[in-house]
């Protein structure tokens, strides 16, 4: 296998400690499993040689970062982290977008969407108890 992985074309740069590259694992390890493309790893926030190969693909910076993804049949690039599907078409030389972020975590965007109505909730509160303040009292 190992010698399969120094000859394929499909090519991964990455830095170590890179949040979305360890995100991209699991996906690079799916693809491998189901389609039998190896996917080869290149380190590049330690490795000056793999720096230069990835700034020779990544032609004018159009990505700028890691992780990135190069088909060298297709000549075909992902920049950043990506969906399993997005991630698959390019391993499989289909197309596929270049710039694809997965989806947030849709936990953590309904309490982001919560906590906005409970934001404006309290901030209508507080206006609404400012104004009953600052009124006059009305004599009969």
Excluded at 4 to 23: N, R, T
Excluded at 88 to 98: I, M, N, Q, S, V
Excluded at 103 to 127: A, C
Aim: charged share 30%; proline share 6%; with cysteine.
């Amino acid at each position: 296998m190992e010698r399969v992985k120094k000859q394929s074309h499909l090519l991964e740069f990455y830095g170590i400690e890179c949040d979305h590259c360890v995100d991209m694992e699991p996906l690079m390890d799916q693809i491998e499993k189901d389609s039998g493309l190896p996917i080869r790893r290149f380190e590049v926030w330690y490795n000056d040689e793999n720096l230069r190969l990835l700034q020779k693909l990544d032609k004018g910076g159009s990505c700028g970062g890691v992780p990135f993804f190069y088909n060298k049949k297709t000549r075909s690039w992902i920049c950043g982290a990506t969906t399993y599907p997005n991630l698959k078409a390019w391993a499989l030389g289909k197309p596929h977008e270049r710039f694809l972020p997965p989806p947030r975590d849709e936990t953590e965007y309904i309490q982001g969407v919560r906590g906005w109505f409970e934001r404006l909730r309290e901030e209508g509160l507080k206006r609404m108890q400012q104004r009953t303040e600052t009124q006059l009292p009305i004599n009969n």
